[in-house]
């Protein structure tokens, strides 16, 4: 009977998670360079998220420091942002994952979590990027493209590379979900 009051609880617990999270990021995902898988409605349930496609040698490269910037200065109120290296804009991030992953903790102290190297672009995106594409209206068309999600996980904005992590805009709608 305790084994059985265990399991429901736990089961409870799991639905409380996924209720509290749209099928947007019901998704697995696979930490950059590693080989376990995350779901990311339960790692990241009831956060503030910021969705990054990134690139190690693009000209928006450096707004790396600006997203930790904003990591640091806001992850203690409930923001994360979630990184995912893709090579489809101008073969712009071509190496290796570790590669990826050392240039990012190297070069600009990058703590935020980082993801496995993907697909954004419409027509191969992989399915999570297919599905922050179609709940936008837009795709990425370019590195840094960025999705803001609020606190269930549903869609808030979209904002394109030009679009840097210091803009007023972008700030302001953070600070608004936080």
């Given at each position: 009977m305790k084994h059985l009051i265990i399991f429901l609880f736990l089961m409870l617990a799991n639905f409380s998670v996924q209720a509290n999270c749209s099928q947007l990021l019901n998704i697995e995902v696979r930490a950059l360079a590693g080989q376990e898988k995350i779901n990311l409605c339960e790692t990241y349930a009831d956060k503030v998220v910021l969705i990054v496609n990134t690139a190690s040698k693009c000209g928006f490269t450096p707004q790396y420091d600006g997203l930790e910037a904003l990591y640091e200065k806001y992850k203690h109120r409930g923001l994360v942002i979630l990184g995912f290296p893709s090579?489809?804009?101008?073969?712009?991030?071509?190496?290796?994952?570790?590669?990826?992953?050392?240039?990012?903790?190297?070069?600009?102290?990058?703590?935020?979590?980082?993801?496995?190297?993907?697909?954004?672009?419409?027509?191969?995106?992989?399915?999570?990027?297919?599905?922050?594409?179609?709940?936008?209206?837009?795709?990425?068309?370019?590195?840094?493209?960025?999705?803001?999600l609020n606190r269930r996980g549903e869609l808030v904005k979209s904002f394109n590379s030009k679009i840097t992590p210091q803009d007023v805009k972008l700030i302001e709608e953070i600070e608004t979900l936080l």
């Open positions: 090579n489809d804009f101008g073969q712009q991030e071509p190496g290796s994952e570790k590669q990826i992953a050392d240039f990012c903790r190297l070069t600009y102290g990058v703590k935020f979590p980082m993801f496995e190297k993907t697909q954004v672009r419409k027509h191969h995106a992989d399915e999570l990027y297919q599905r922050l594409g179609k709940a936008a209206g837009e795709f990425p068309l370019w590195n840094f493209h960025k999705y803001l």
